[in-house]
Every structure is written in C-alpha cells, then in structure tokens.
C-alpha cells in the first residue's frame, strides 16, 4: 500500500513564503516523477512543479522564479518551496509520486496525496 503524506500548507500574506513537502511510504518501487499540482474552486487542476529522478524539472511560467522543486531519492520526499506568494496562488495542492511496477521501470502507477490548503490573502 503506497501512501503520500504532505505537510506544509496554511494562510499566509501575499509576497510571503511557505513550504510544502510530500512523503512517499510503503513498499514500492522507485520513483519516476514526483510533483505538485494544484486546483483551485471552479478550475480545472493544473501542474505546479514535477521534478524527475535525473532532477529534470517541469514548471509554468505563472511559478517559475517564484517557486522551487526539489526531492530526495533516497527518502521519497519531495519540496515545494513557494516564495512570493500571490492571492492567485491560493488553491489545494496535491502531491503526486509516479512509482514503477516493476523493477523492470516498464510502467508506472500515478498516485496522489491528500491535498493541502494554500491560502494566500491579507
């Protein structure tokens, strides 16, 4: 049974700064990507950040300079730092792990985390 486990959401004021990060746990195998989306309410959800286990990054420009991916293989752990915040920023963040099923990396299953809340208001 695989698991992710995120942390680091809340309120906070425009132009500040939070930090989410995602726990991949149980028994699998390694991973392809891992990453961020994000949905906010009446929109469809839309990528964040997705960084590769070669450390390939994948981000839109509406995050890029502002927000920062990183990972650690060895602890299946994945880091969104977001600085400069913007109220357009505000929506629930899901984290998601792309884990092979094989030893073989011939496929992968997509797997999802919980979601966080991200509030960016004064």
């Known amino acids: 049974q695989v698991q992710l486990v995120e942390s680091g959401g809340g309120l906070v004021q425009p132009g500040g700064s939070l930090r989410l990060s995602c726990a991949a746990s149980?028994?699998?195998?390694?991973?392809?990507?891992m990453g961020w989306y994000r949905q906010a309410p009446g929109k469809q959800r839309e990528l964040v950040a997705a960084i590769e286990s070669d450390g390939n990054i994948m981000s839109p420009d509406s995050v890029k300079g502002r927000f920062t991916i990183s990972r650690d293989n060895a602890k299946n752990t994945v880091w969104l730092q977001m600085n400069s915040l913007k109220p357009e920023d505000t929506a629930a963040y899901y984290c998601?792990?792309?884990?092979?099923?094989?030893?073989?990396?011939?496929?992968?299953?997509?797997?999802w985390g919980q979601g966080t809340q991200v509030t960016v208001s004064s």
């Open positions: 998601f792990a792309n884990i092979y099923t094989d030893a073989d990396r011939m496929g992968f299953t997509v797997h």
């Open positions: 149980g028994n699998i195998f390694p991973i392809n990507a």
